[in-house]
């Protein structure tokens, strides 16, 4: 398995940005994709996921209606398109894939991420 996060980056309060995660090692289309987050001194946490087909997305409460989650299943890619950043928003983003789309464990195998930093 080998999760490839970029697109991260300096992004104003209230900015945008776009996430990628490139997909290999495993039937891409088998899997439900998330992206996951870590603060500094804190644990990583599923933000937002979606199902195999990219019918169904699911989102923590605090990213409702600003993050949204897609993927490509012809490329093998996941993306995740950040909009009205606030600075609770900073942290390393990595993408993963489970069996469902919450509650299950991701693989074991986790990508470098993408830094993402939230600063005027």
């Known amino acids: 398995v080998q999760l490839v996060e970029s697109g991260g980056g300096l992004v104003q309060p209230g900015g945008s940005l776009k996430l990628s995660c490139q997909a290999s090692?495993?039937?891409?289309?088998?899997?439900?994709m998330r992206w996951y987050r870590q603060a500094p001194q804190k644990v990583r946490e599923l933000v937002a996921a979606?199902?195999?087909?990219?019918?169904?997305?699911k989102y923590i409460d605090s990213v409702k209606g600003r993050f949204t989650i897609s993927r490509d299943n012809d490329k093998n890619t996941a993306t995740l398109q950040m909009n009205s950043v606030q600075s609770e928003d900073a942290a390393v983003y990595y993408c993963?894939?489970?069996?469902?789309?919450?509650?299950?464990?991701?693989?074991?195998?986790w990508g470098q991420g993408a830094q993402v930093t939230v600063s005027s």
């Open positions: 993963n894939a489970g069996p469902t789309i919450w509650g299950t464990a991701p693989f074991d195998s």
């Open positions: 090692g495993f039937t891409f289309d088998d899997y439900a």
């Open positions: 979606i199902g195999r087909t990219g019918g169904t997305t």
